[in-house]
């Protein structure tokens, strides 16, 4: 039984371009699935498909179904606000590109964190301040007393995004959906979130759906690939086959791409 | 030393009030030797390019232009300099005018520096200036691989990669020496990267253009460059050929940096 099945989805712009094209994929409960593409491949489009986020004008045919422990099986496509209000939080979630646009800059990190923990498990006073600081401290946020007071400008950039990723998990959603998570981070930044969003994901039994235009950042968080291009599925397969023996011409072109700079940094190491 | 084209001497920067932006910051940048500025977000290198580019002065210390202190107050050397040194910017989206035609963007250093043997002889016949800016736009389109054709378009109908190009292209067509690069590559997908790079590596080579990078991806730079240095909070932690400090680190940061690079695993 799968968690998320996306079968036969499209989604065109308002003026009638196919920007996702009958994509299909299915990801099981503890699945860790790479979705990789480079600007303009759809591969955004189909997390904010699953989400029921599209803007408005898109419109989308083919199903989106979430099956998740504790809710009804859910179909996403054409569902009502009222329902995919229900689901998102609970069975999906999604960190996003830029910490600074995901975050309200006018209310306190603490307030915005315990949001989804006041609705979601109920929680109000002493219990939800107490909640708040361990989902703080659960993304390894140091001082998550002074972080929970500040605003999100008063914080780093890798900061910014652990809150945002303690948002996103503090309900225990059964899929996360992380587009491009570490994009806007340094390098040993990325390093650092990419291995806590490894474990906490291990550690509570979450699926993934990991959205990336960077195959070497993939490779190293999930299991599976998806590699897409002009809103269709090119190629899929485990990480280890796409990066050894690519199929498809633009597989074989990314992963030399990638190659390219790994083999001009090891020809400089001893 | 004295050949030199561009060097930093004991450069300091900084706002008042707060902690001073770069310290200390020495190095040089030699003809036909790239060199990569590498660092992470705060570390003050693009502080450090703007100090280059002259567009800020350093509090004290001093950047050498030909062994000569920068001096932009000088109208004749002020030409110089553009002349000898260009630059093209990390955003391709907002680095190009949207309203103006490629050609345009493209012949903008003639223009504003008068350059080229026709736009220099004012007494040459308008004509024959505006056929040689003509001429020079569309060599320089073709030596970064753009078609003849693009001149007459405009900005919003070409992708990031190509947009890249016509912004190299705008900084090659006055046929600069040193060309400063703020992460050229870092907004682009990394198929477009690798042209990007091969474009900037062929430049280099065959027109005897020297690279300033600032970038933070240490494979684009290892790619590219012959010379390093590492910035950490303002000062230059560790510095060289590019071969002994990405083989070697001695700096714990400059380690760091390299363990942090993200790999692809290893093909069997």
Redesign the interface.
Known sequence: MSLLTVSGLSVHAPDGRALVRDLSFAIGPGDRLGLIG??GSGKSLTALAIMGLLPAGMTVSGSVLLDTPGLPASEVVGAPARLLNRLRGRAVTAVFQEPLTALDPLMRVGRQVAGPLRRWRGLRGAALREATLAALAEVRLTDPERIARAYPHEIS?GQRQRVAIAMALACRPALLIADEPTTAL??????DV?SLLANLIAAHGMSLLFIT?????V??VTDRVLVMRDGTAVESGT??DI??APRAPYTR??????????A??D???? | MSNAILEARDVHFGYRHSAPVLAGVSFAVRPGRSMALVG??GAGKTTLLRLLLGLARPGSGAILFDGRELDLGDRARRLEFRRGVQTVFQDPYSSLDPRQRVSRIVAEPLRSLGLGPAAVDRDAPRADRRAEIRQRVAAALDSVGLPADAADRYPHEFS?GQRQRIAIARAVVCEPRVLLADEPVSAL??????RIVDLLGELTRERGLTVVMVS?????V??LCEDIAVLERGRIVEQGG??AV???PTHPYTR??????????A??
Do not use: C, M
């Open positions: 480079e600007s950039g340094d390098v040993s930044v990325q390093a990419l235009h960077d195959l070497a950042v490779a190293g990480v280890r990066v050894t072109d990314l992963v030399n791409s990638a190659r390219t700079f790994d001009a940094l020809r400089r190491k001893p | 992470e977000s990031g997908d990394v198929t477009t990267r690798v933070h991806d240490l494979g684009v290892a790619t590019i071969d990405l083989g070697s760091r940096l390299i363990a942090s690079a993200p790999r692809l695993p093909a069997r």
